[in-house]
């Protein structure tokens, strides 16, 4: 069973950036797509980026581009998220989610999550 434990989040005034890390645990961690979602109170997940297994190609929500990099270290069994730019609609909880077979927009698909990292951003 693959486990998740994200790291990373914080407050962070509007305009700063953050680095989210996710580690996994187990030894199928190249295997799996990986993606960063988020979630907002009162919200549904959104997605915000997945980077794939191979060759590492990387997918962004319309939101995340050009301000956010996903990336992974296969050695470390780890993905992180760096973000820049950060506006306050970006706050909320940050999950690590991953999956073998997934359609990259649809939380559902993937079948390992982490308990989350809180994300605020002030004004």
């Known amino acids: 069973q693959v486990q998740l434990v994200e790291s990373g989040g914080g407050l962070v005034q509007a305009g700063g950036s953050l680095r989210l890390s996710c580690v996994a645990s187990g030894r199928t961690f190249n295997l799996l797509n990986m993606a960063w979602f988020r979630q907002a109170p009162g919200t549904e997940r959104e997605f ?6 191979y060759p590492f190609t990387t997918y962004y929500s319309d939101s995340a581009k050009g301000r956010f990099t996903i990336s992974r270290d296969n050695a470390k069994n780890t993905v992180y998220l760096q973000m820049s730019s950060l506006e ?5 909880a940050y999950y690590c ?6 359609n990259w927009q649809s939380a559902r698909t993937y079948n390992h999550w982490g308990q989350g990292t809180q994300v605020t951003v002030s004004s």
């Not at 915000?48 to 297994?53: C, L, N, P, S, Y």
């Not at 989610?97 to 997934?102: D, E, F, I, K, T």
């Open 48 to 53: 915000v980026a997945a980077v794939a297994r």
């Open 88 to 92: 306050p609609a970006d706050t909320g």
């Open 97 to 102: 989610a991953g999956g073998r077979v997934v």
